[in-house]
């Protein structure tokens, strides 16, 4: 039997209940002779504006709740759109990130006072709440206030009930277990530490001993295996790169979006530096997915693209030119960890080119 696909579901079922409930309330509204034919026409633009306002309000009652447990803030991520806090200054940049449209990263209390729950929770009980207040403007926007209730209590849903990555499924995840309480610690102590600076190589060492699975393998776990994965790619490690992108990649289908893809993008540079006789290269090449995103503006990308053009297309320029525009991106990156690691990857593999090179022209010599 073919196996049900949660987020088709909770797709339709959330145009059928936003679809039932204006339904019913314009029909109400109507009756009762306080709705326009203008207002009706109104109803595709609030449907959009009230999604991007719900989306907002969700961060904010991450950082809301965040803020009064304990956390400090890091970044607040609307669409591709980031604001993020670096050497204590806030700077507007931006950054996309497959799967999610925000993000609201803060930095971690202590372990030993780490509070997570209402930092969880904080998006979904703002959805509701705006919901319910806005009813009290009924009234006097009556259309408005029916969309944008109705989105509010159905994003809420759909961020609350357990599914993919979303809100519910990490809260019910990091309560089933001390050790996922562990794991959920780490990634936020390591966005933390690398948007403000800090290597993989810098972080601490029991950050990369593998935390066991309980109750059983989750993204929790997988977020750890690619932390292992880029340490092992800033040291250039490439025996300890092939053992962590082979055990990632016996599990690829099982991975969330962002993951699948950044997998598959470090298994295309792999492959193009030490292994291009393998068979996923040429998948690889092929796959469509993961080209669009490399065509993300982002430092990691200019690496794996500039090693493309120079491994696979022998083109020189080109790689060259890739590099040279990656370096230049400090100023837009949103983590700056990633920046400098990624900076010394791409002077790395510009030495290694020109070296290349030059070991061509002493055997035309």
Same mark, same amino acid.
């Given at each position: 039997?073919?196996?049900?696909?949660?987020?088709?579901?909770?797709?339709?079922?959330?145009?059928? +209940?936003?679809?039932?409930?204006?339904?019913?309330?314009?029909?109400?509204?109507?009756?009762?002779?306080?709705?326009?034919? +203008?207002?009706?026409?109104?109803?595709? &633009?609030?449907?959009?504006?009230?999604?991007?306002?719900?989306?907002?309000?969700?961060?904010?009652?991450?950082?809301?709740?965040?803020?009064?447990?304990?956390?400090?803030?890091?970044?607040?991520?609307?669409?591709?759109?980031?604001?993020?806090?670096?050497?204590?200054?806030?700077?507007?940049?931006?950054?996309?990130?497959?799967?999610?449209?925000?993000?609201?990263? %803060?930095?971690?209390?202590?372990?030993?006072?780490?509070?997570?729950?209402?930092? !969880?929770?904080?998006?979904?009980?703002?959805?509701?709440?705006?919901? %319910?207040?806005?009813?009290?403007?009924?009234?006097?926007?009556?259309?408005?206030?029916?969309?944008?209730?109705?989105?509010?209590?159905?994003?809420?849903?759909?961020?609350?009930?357990?599914?993919?990555?979303?809100?519910?499924?990490?809260?019910? !995840?990091?309560?089933?277990?001390?050790?996922?309480?562990?794991? !959920?610690?780490?990634?936020?102590?390591?966005?933390?530490?690398?948007?403000?600076?800090?290597?993989?190589?810098?972080? &601490?060492?029991?950050?990369? @001993?593998?935390?066991?699975?309980?109750?059983?393998?989750?993204?929790?776990?997988?977020?750890?295996?690619?932390?292992?994965?880029?340490?092992?790619?800033?040291?250039?490690?490439?025996?300890?790169?092939?053992?962590?992108?082979?055990?990632?990649?016996?599990?690829?289908?099982?991975?969330?979006?962002?993951?699948?893809? /950044?997998?598959?993008?470090?298994?295309?540079?792999?492959?193009?530096?030490?292994?291009?006789?393998?068979?996923?290269?040429?998948?690889?090449?092929?796959?469509?997915?993961?080209?669009?995103?490399?065509?993300?503006?982002?430092?990691?990308?200019?690496?794996?693209?500039?090693?493309?053009?120079?491994?696979?297309?022998?083109?020189?320029?080109?790689?060259?030119?890739?590099?040279?525009?990656?370096?230049?991106?400090?100023?837009?990156?949103?983590? %700056?960890?990633?920046?400098?690691?990624? @900076?010394?990857?791409?002077?790395?593999?510009? /030495?290694? +080119?020109?070296?290349?090179?030059?070991?061509?022209?002493?055997?035309?010599?």
């Amino acid at each position: 039997m073919k196996k049900i696909n949660i987020k088709s579901v909770l797709f339709i079922l959330f145009f059928m +209940i936003v679809g039932g409930f204006l339904g019913i309330f314009i029909g109400m509204m109507t009756d009762g002779g306080n709705i326009t034919p +203008i207002d009706l026409l109104l109803v595709a &633009p609030y449907f959009i504006l009230s999604i991007v306002l719900h989306i907002i309000i969700h961060e904010a009652g991450h950082l809301v709740m965040g803020l009064l447990t304990g956390y400090t803030f890091l970044s607040f991520r609307i669409f591709s759109w980031v604001l993020v806090k670096q050497h204590n200054k806030i700077k507007l940049t931006k950054q996309k990130v497959p799967g999610t449209l925000g993000q609201c990263l %803060l930095i971690p209390p202590e372990r030993e006072e780490f509070i997570y729950k209402l930092y !969880l929770l904080g998006g979904v009980l703002f959805n509701f709440l705006a919901s %319910l207040l806005m009813i009290s403007l009924i009234s006097v926007f009556p259309v408005f206030t029916i969309v944008f209730s109705g989105i509010g209590c159905v994003l809420g849903l759909m961020n609350l009930i357990p599914t993919g990555f979303n809100d519910g499924n990490t809260l019910k !995840l990091a309560n089933s277990s001390i050790e996922n309480q562990e794991l !959920l610690f780490l990634q936020l102590d390591v966005n933390a530490q690398m948007m403000v600076g800090k290597k993989f190589t810098e972080l &601490p060492n029991d950050y990369f @001993s593998l935390i066991a699975e309980n109750p059983k393998h989750s993204y929790f776990n997988d977020f750890q295996e690619f932390l292992i994965l880029g340490k092992c790619i800033e040291k250039r490690n490439w025996v300890e790169v092939a053992t962590s992108l082979e055990k990632l990649w016996e599990n690829l289908d099982s991975l969330i979006l962002p993951y699948q893809l /950044e997998l598959k993008k470090e298994m295309f540079y792999y492959l193009l530096i030490r292994k291009q006789e393998d068979e996923k290269l040429t998948e690889l090449l092929k796959d469509k997915h993961l080209h669009k995103y490399l065509n993300m503006k982002t430092i990691s990308n200019k690496r794996v693209l500039a090693t493309k053009a120079y491994f696979y297309d022998q083109d020189l320029e080109k790689s060259f030119e890739l590099i040279n525009e990656g370096l230049l991106l400090k100023e837009k990156t949103s983590n %700056l960890g990633e920046f400098l690691v990624e @900076s010394d990857n791409l002077v790395w593999l510009k /030495e290694q +080119i020109a070296d290349m090179e030059a070991n061509k022209l002493e055997k035309i010599n």
